[in-house]
């Protein structure tokens, strides 16, 4: 069964970095996309940065030129790079993936359980 699973959250300052990691298990035959959503309390998921399996990505407006996301399509993981960290990135960081899983011909949405990020002073 496939599974995905969020680390590098964490507590950092304004104007602070943290690297994300998002790790996968269980077979897969492909990997559509992958991406990033995050939400904070009392407020609805979103989307962060999304990259596709040719490389191609997209940031919400929010993150752009803060944020990078990266893939290693070879063991199937991704990352968020965040730097310049401001308070309203405080949220809970989901990895997502959109996916076909290696018995299946299918393509589903697979989620991790998150990783809390707060930024303050």
């Known amino acids: 069964q496939v599974q995905l699973m969020e680390s590098g959250g964490g507590w950092v300052q304004p104007g602070g970095s943290l690297r994300l990691a998002c790790t996968t298990s269980?077979?897969?035959?492909?990997?559509?996309?992958m991406a990033w959503y995050r939400q904070a309390p009392g407020k609805e998921r979103e989307l962060v940065a999304l990259?596709?399996?040719?490389?191609?990505?997209n940031y919400a407006d929010f993150v752009k030129g803060r944020f990078t996301i990266s893939r290693d399509a070879a063991v199937n993981t991704m990352n968020l790079d965040m730097n310049n960290l401001k308070p309203e990135d405080t949220a809970v960081y989901y990895c997502?993936?959109?996916?076909?899983?290696?018995?299946?011909?299918?393509?589903?949405?697979?989620w991790g359980q998150g990783t809390q990020v707060t930024v303050s002073s």
């Open positions: 269980g077979s897969i035959f492909s990997i559509n996309a």
């Open positions: 990259i596709t399996g040719a490389g191609f990505t």
């Open positions: 997502n993936a959109n996916l076909v899983p290696a018995d299946d011909t299918g393509e589903y949405d697979y």
